[in-house]
């Protein structure tokens, strides 16, 4: 074994199937829009939250429910060596999040706005849009019963898409009303799907008795029709529900926010009620869903709290990003603003105390490297500065070191003009620099 073992650490390894890794320049696409999540919900006094990744594996059984496809079929769950305890890499945060608000008594100085961003894990066939390492952002608001904070989370999810720039993205709103009222609701589905049971297929045969609720999200195109026929949830709503629906599409269209009501829309955990929506576009194929959520009254109190009302959504970053790069929307390339060209190596010492004078004075610089014992000739040097993208080259050569000064050579003038600078100077230069970027 520890000779079989010393043959496996040289070979080649690689990245897990479906958990990629994340590479420049397409991490820059990742932190821009990081960068905007915190823009937009510090504009709505959301604040972060920042949960473990490993979870006890009955907080997810408890709260998405023992008969979904995250718990039956999709969970990374496995037994701590040391102790014997059930562990589960997250395949969703809400769980996580309100257990940290229960164990931490959060609420008990009110309500609290909430926002996360980070790696969740799902065991599932890795296809375009679904990864066994996804990422997710997500908002959360746990302690405010009213429809107005179902509409202010959706305007806030509303509010990103237009900072990111993002079009052809729609609204789906459904009710799922409360508890007695599901039941109702699935005793008369349980009743049309057993009258149609030879539609049915394995999964939704197995989940008629246990959860047929789910079988309205099949994606099977051989049950459409069944699934279509079946009794509307919408037609067993009290009149607390209906009211809570009628106030959040008025907000919504006061507003002018556009949606359409998909009665068919159930989400994928047991733990919602009432508000279900979710964002689509047509532009990714099957994984049209970038957003989704919903209100959760009753999860505080299933993970061991005080009861207390919910509302929250999560967004699937790896799609919001294809769908931008789709559309053409994400940051400028980064470039430095500066490559410095040091054609020996006894001026180092001068170069790196300048640039970091630069750097301090915020000038992106990025120093030439060497990749033997010289400095490399200047024309690769200068190659390399090309390829930068940098406006500008500082130049150390051996006689203006000695002066105390440094060449600024102009790339992408198309003259390629260039003055010489005592370092006293590069101050106001940077100064100048930064004020037209």
């Known amino acids: 074994m520890v000779e079989k073992s010393r043959v496996q650490r040289n070979e080649r390894l690689t990245a897990v199937k479906g958990m990629n890794d994340i590479l420049a320049p397409d991490s820059a696409n990742w932190e821009w829009l990081e960068d905007k999540v915190r823009t937009v919900m510090a504009r709505y006094a959301y604040r972060n939250i920042r949960t473990p ?16 496809d995250i718990v039956e079929k999709e969970m990374y769950s496995f ?6 305890e059930a562990l589960t890499l997250r395949p969703e945060c809400t769980a996580g999040v309100v257990r940290a608000v229960v164990e931490h008594s959060m609420l008990y100085e009110g309500g609290k706005r909430l926002y996360y961003m980070g790696p969740m894990f799902r065991h599932e066939r890795p296809q375009r849009g679904r990864y066994r390492q996804f990422h997710q952002v997500g908002a959360e608001v746990l302690g405010f019963p009213g429809a ?31 508890p007695v009222e599901r039941l109702a609701h699935r005793k008369a589905l349980i009743s049309h799907f057993e009258l149609n049971e ?6 939704a045969r197995r989940r008629l008795h246990s959860n047929p609720l789910r079988i309205l999200d099949t994606k ?48 994928g955990m047991d733990y919602y009620n009432l508000t279900v929506f979710e964002f689509v576009t047509d532009r990714l194929g099957s994984q049209g869903t970038i957003c989704g959520g919903g209100r959760y009254d009753y999860l505080v109190e299933q993970i061991g709290g005080k009861p207390a009302p919910a509302v929250g959504w999560a967004l699937g970053v790896e799609r919001v990003l294809e769908l931008l790069l789709e559309q053409g929307h994400g940051p400028r390339p980064l470039v ?12 180092l010492p001068f170069a790196l105390k300048t640039l970091q004078a630069l750097r301090a004075l915020g000038v ?33 050569g051996v006689e203006e070191v000695s002066r105390g000064e440094v060449i600024v050579k102009s790339l992408r003038d198309g003259r390629g003009e260039q003055t010489t600078r005592p370092v006293s100077e590069l101050s106001a230069w940077a100064q100048t620099l930064q004020s037209n970027s």
């Open 220 to 267: 099977n195109p051989a049950m459409t029709a069944v699934v279509e026929s079946a009794p509307r949830l919408m037609d067993f709503l009290g009149e607390a529900s209906l009211a809570h629906f009628r106030s959040l599409t008025a907000i919504l269209d006061a507003n002018d926010i556009a949606f359409t009501v998909n009665p068919r829309l159930v989400r």
């Open 148 to 178: 107005e904070v179902d509409a202010e989370i959706i305007l806030l999810a509303g509010a990103l898409w237009r900072e990111l720039g993002l079009d052809d993205v729609r609204l789906e709103l459904n009710s799922l009303g409360q």
């Open 364 to 396: 992106s610089v990025q120093m030439h490297a060497a990749s033997g014992e010289g400095m490399g000739s200047m024309k690769a040097q200068f190659k390399k500065a090309d390829a930068s993208a940098a406006q500008f080259a500082l130049v150390f």
């Open 79 to 84: 037994e701590d060596r040391l102790n014997g």
């Open 198 to 203: 030879q539609l049915l297929d394995s999964d």
């Open 336 to 347: 430095p603003d500066v490559y410095a060209v040091i054609p020996d190596r006894d001026s």
């Open 53 to 68: 990744i490993v979870e006890p594996t009955a907080l997810f059984v408890r709260s998405l429910g023992e008969v979904t």
